[in-house]
């Protein structure tokens, strides 16, 4: 199985996990349906530190479209890479509204990803 169908996996369960109230679920299945979209079209990574992956995404998205957008992009990253840290590691359990925020931008961030690398 590729990367890219665990991320689609992934990010549908995300989004199941939701309606069904497995919020701390769906933060982490979101986040990796991004890591896993980004292992995917930059396959040479030699890496699996998710601060190396943010940085690799940053370069990849600054020739493409500049710093700005891929400084934003990298900090939507880490952000997700962070709350799975939270959903999987803390004593901290999500709401539905924050949930859902993150499942949403996870998502976006996803398709923005797609958008721009899959035409490398």
Do not use: C, W
Not at 72 to 96: S, V
């Amino acid at each position: 199985m590729s990367k890219l169908i665990k991320a689609e996996v992934l990010m549908k369960e995300a989004k199941s996990d939701v309606e069904h109230g497995s919020y701390n679920k769906a933060v982490s299945a979101s986040y990796f349906a991004v890591r896993l979209t980004v292992e995917h079209f930059l396959n040479k990574l030699r890496t699996t530190k998710d601060d190396k992956i943010a940085n690799a995404l940053f370069r990849e998205v600054s020739k493409r479209l500049g710093k700005r957008e891929a400084e934003r992009m990298r900090k939507e990253y880490m952000l997700l890479f962070n709350e799975r840290k939270k959903a999987d590691h803390r004593p901290y359990l999500f709401m539905k509204d924050e949930t859902t925020r993150l499942v949403q931008m996870a998502e976006s961030l996803r398709e923005e990803i797609i958008t721009l690398l899959s035409d490398k």
